[in-house]
């Protein structure tokens, strides 16, 4: 597995999904985007980070009671200690809010390990103590039940569904306002250097509309004019 290049990471805490989905589309990749989980506080930057996933399965009785939590093995305390600093912890929970994931303490030891972030289709128990926390995190609700209640740790860091879009240990997630895109781990380098250009070229359309200038010819770019007037914007705002 390639570590992320801290050019690549940096290139994608400046860009969006949203300019991410279409660099993706562009490719035909159509379910990249994790459906449902939102941040539960706005953030300045974009997350970025390799995932590190956690399999939930349904819960069976005689086998999630709390005393499964006194395993040091049990998946989802295991995984806790062993995602990676600078990775994201992504939960498969099956798209069930009705148990938690994880809580703050579970995800303030994250915070304190250096993980850039930690997302699940299912929710979080402590919200507003996640929130205030600062790391990144994204989940479709708030849920105070233990996963215990609904939701079987199965196993660690290997390909799972989330919010109905494939994860692989190691994708990169990133993840915005709009929610967390995951982008194949081959692919990560060329996908941010080919948003950073969208992104470029974005922030210039959005300029001359907020001006009064149509889209037409402008996005997209299909008059060569509006091309020219790019290169000179660029070169005035050293981008």
Request: hydrophobic content about 40%; some cysteine; aromatic content about 6%.
């Amino acid at each position: 597995m390639m570590a992320l290049s801290p050019e690549t990471r940096d290139r994608l805490r400046r860009v969006s999904t949203a300019t991410l989905a279409t660099a993706l589309f562009k490719r035909g990749f159509r379910t990249q985007m994790i459906q449902g989980p939102l941040p539960l506080h706005t953030p300045t930057e974009s997350m970025v980070g390799e995932a590190f996933t956690v399999r939930y399965i349904p819960a069976r009785e005689d086998l999630n009671t709390l005393e499964a939590f006194k395993d040091p093995n049990h998946p989802q305390r295991k995984a806790i200690e062993a995602c990676p600093p600078g990775h994201v912890l992504v939960f498969d929970s099956r798209k069930d809010a009705r148990a938690a994931s994880a809580g703050a303490i579970l995800v303030g030891r994250l915070k304190a390990r250096g993980v850039a972030g930690v997302v699940t289709d299912g929710g979080f128990r402590d919200s507003a103590e996640i929130a205030a926390l600062g790391i990144p995190a994204f989940h479709t609700r708030p849920s105070a039940p233990t996963n215990l209640t609904l939701n079987h740790a199965i196993d660690i860091n290997v390909p799972i569904g989330c919010g109905d879009a494939p994860v692989f240990p190691g994708d990169v997630l990133v993840g915005d306002c709009d929610g967390v895109i995951v982008i194949p781990a081959h692919l990560a380098d060329e996908i941010a250097a080919e948003a950073t250009e969208m992104t470029a070229y974005e922030d210039f359309v959005a300029e001359k509309v907020a001006e009064g200038r149509t889209i037409v010819g402008l996005y997209p770019a299909t008059n060569p004019a509006n091309l020219e007037e790019f290169k000179g914007w660029r070169a005035a705002k050293g981008r």
